[in-house]
Nanobody
Framework: QAQLVESGGGLVQPGGSLRLSCAAK????????IGWFRQAPGKEREDISC????????YYADSVKDRFTISIDDAKKTVYLQMNSLNPEDTAVYYC?????????????????????WGQGTQVTVSS
């Protein structure tokens, strides 16, 4: 099973930016679909952004579209989530996940249930 380690979370003021990293341990990203998800206190885990490594096809939830950008550095075996214009509603634990089958016709799935391998999460807090 793929091992993933997130980093880059922290405390940021509203309007600020953070870049999250998701490092793949012991495997290359190319065959996978990779997703970023988040879970706020008392809420279900929700999809944020996904990417199919081979095709580069991406998906963004409406709540983060035009603010967040997902990218892959396959040489570094790392997936990034650049988050700009952060607001308090973005406060959550952010998780990355990967799965060899979470895509169809090159398009990554959004559903949390489609992803088998998860990182431990990194906390993002947006507050003044």
């Amino acid at each position: 099973q793929a091992q993933l380690v997130e980093s880059g979370g922290g405390l940021v003021q509203p309007g600020g930016s953070l870049r999250l990293s998701c490092a793949a341990k012991g495997f290359t990203l190319e065959p996978y679909a990779i997703g970023w998800f988040r879970q706020a206190p008392g809420k279900e885990r929700e999809d944020i952004s996904c990417i199919r490594a081979t095709t580069g096809t991406t998906y963004y939830a409406d709540s983060v579209k035009d603010r967040f950008t997902i990218s892959i550095d396959d040489a570094k075996k790392t997936v990034y989530l650049q988050m700009n214009s952060l607001n308090p509603e973005d406060t959550a634990v952010y998780y990355c996940a990967a799965d060899l089958r979470a895509y169809y016709n090159g398009i990554p799935y959004r559903d949390v249930a489609e992803y088998a391998s998860w990182g431990q999460g990194t906390q993002v807090t947006v507050s003044s």
